[in-house]
């Protein structure tokens, strides 16, 4: 699958803008709208203050967030980039 588009900070990439909005159509609240910008990383790694202490309950909005994606018809995998960065990628 290539990967065209990739918004934010890396995170994700989307095969098109249409695929992003598709995408953009399924999230639930501020931090799964910035998942799907690209600017949240899904081990959570990108969380800070008192977001970090939960943790655990960010990475389950943003694997939530992918499944409504999936049951929508869209194809969700995860490729690695440079040192490691995991990178969500998203095509319809």
Known sequence: MASTYAPGNGWIEYD?????EAALKHTR????????NGYEA???STLAGNARKYGGR??????AW??????AGLR????TG????RII????
Do not use: F, M, P, W
């Open 16 to 20: 098109n803008e249409a695929t992003q």
């Open 76 to 79: 969700v995998s995860e490729r």
């Open 66 to 71: 992918l499944h409504r994606c999936k049951d």
């Open 89 to 92: 990628v998203i095509a319809s």
């Open 82 to 85: 440079k040192h490691g960065k």
């Open 29 to 36: 609240g501020c931090y799964q709208v910035s998942a799907a």
């Open 58 to 63: 960010y990475i389950r909005s943003y694997l």
């Open 42 to 44: 899904i081990s959570g």
